[in-house]
Nanobody, 115 residues
Framework: QVQTVESGGGLVQPGGSLRLSCAASGRIFSIKTMAWYRQAPGKQREWVAYITSGGRTTYVDSVKGRFTISRDNAERTVPLQMNSLKPEDTAVYYC?????????WGQGTQVTVSS
């Protein structure tokens, strides 16, 4: 089973950048598609980016060109580089497999984009 711990969130001004980190455990990590999800206040949790075991990436249109997901299978980490941040990116960000494992949700990391 893959378990994840998210970190790197914080307060940033519009147009700024943040780099989130997902530290994963579990021997099956390297064969799992991993994803970043986010949940804004009052909204459902949605995926924003995922990366396959082979390194292929997919993004929702709203973050394409601004966010970059990657993975380091040796260290079992999944960074999410977020550039040109917008207020609508404000959310709690989570890391999980794709599709998600119900028992593997972490506490998430808060990203707040505000002036």
């Amino acid at each position: 089973q893959v378990q994840t711990v998210e970190s790197g969130g914080g307060l940033v001004q519009p147009g700024g950048s943040l780099r989130l980190s997902c530290a994963a455990s579990g021997r099956i990590f390297s064969i799992k598609t991993m994803a970043w999800y986010r949940q804004a206040p009052g909204k459902q949790r949605e995926w924003v980016a995922y990366i396959t075991s082979g390194g292929r990436t997919t993004y929702v249109d709203s973050v394409k060109g601004r966010f970059t997901i990657s993975r380091d299978n040796a260290e079992r980490t999944v960074p999410l580089q977020m550039n040109s941040l917008k207020p609508e990116d404000t959310a709690v960000y989570y890391c999980n497999s794709f599709p998600p494992s119900p028992g593997s949700w972490g506490q998430g990391t808060q990203v707040t984009v505000s002036s």
